[in-house]
């Protein structure tokens, strides 16, 4: 199935205009204060309040099953691409928790997919460790995009939003252009936006979306790479978001776990290439994790209701878990580390 509001358009009057930091600031409180209303076709009692949840606060020593919600959740269709700003509960990017240590002062990042889930939590932690940050996503994201715009903006840093189809090389090309110029230069590029639909049989696999999903998935991010590496010094970082499906694909995801590999085996080839001029070129991998992406076509909604359930921890991981990984391979720190891939799937022991 075709996504079918991504195509709406909005200029980029539209989206750098208008950003107010009052509207902002009330859409930004955490999350999981604000459970609201009980949609009114679920099937079991979602767990929401979560009453033994501890704080999501990562500077505190505790349980970390007990740090975030745990299933049942409601179910929550959502259209494809989806907004983090409708989920119930609404996921944790660190947007209240995550602390910066100047570990990336200077620096100049793109993050695609960065209005909402782990992009929105890499761009959030990357701006608080002193980067500047332009974010790409879908024109009908601009809800989201503008709450991390705020909050790069208040952690005093630039950003920049880049709207638009990643899966049109064109716009490849100039997003590439449009941060380097905006941001005076690029340092590190997180390759993370993403597209997953849930099919149940190869019959019902139109080539529509197989495209499509090879299109966002890997043929962008070979495009925004080409496009970006011309610009890298030294010390640059690459970072692409795969998956726990490159090492143990679902049967209902065929054609995205198929991108998740291709994304692993892209990361080792070019790290390799790359390694001689000092850019760095790594992945993550993570498992169940709380974002629009899931709940917007990526799983069926009886899976959304237990979702996290299979994982070790008993819960999705939040996508605030993963900022201290990209801040990690973005840093200096990881000076070592190239064609690495990093797992982060709360125990189920891939890759
Ligand atoms: P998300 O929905 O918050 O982020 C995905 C983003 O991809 C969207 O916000 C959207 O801006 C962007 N996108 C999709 N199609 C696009 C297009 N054609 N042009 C431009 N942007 C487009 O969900 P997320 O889970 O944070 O996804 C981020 C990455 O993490 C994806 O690559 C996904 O495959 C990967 N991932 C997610 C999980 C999980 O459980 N959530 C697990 C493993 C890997
Ligand atoms: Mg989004």
Redesign the pocket.
Known sequence: MEPKN?FKKASRRQVLGGLSIGVVAAQTVPVFAQQTSTPANQQVTPNQETPNQETPNQSVKQNPVKQYPSPPFSQQPQEP??L?SKMIPRPDHGETSYQGSGRLVGRKALV??G??????AAAIAFAREGADVAI???PF?ELDAREVIQLIRAAGRKAVAIP????NENFCNQLIANAVRELGGLDILVN?????QSVDSILDLTTEQFDSTFK??VYAMFWLTKAAVPHFSPGASIIN?S???AYDPSENLLDYAQT?SAIVAFTKSLAKQLAKKGIRVNAIA????W????VSGGQPQSTIVKFGSDSPMGRPGQ?AELAPTYVLLASQESSYATGQVYGASGGSGNP
């Open positions: 991504i691409p989806g983090a695609t997919g209005d909402s889930g782990i992009g929105r790409n996503y879908l994201e638009g189809d990643i899966r993370n936006a993403g597209r997953q966002t998935n978001t998956s726990v499906q998740k993570p498992g169940p994790y974002t629009p992406l899931q996508p």
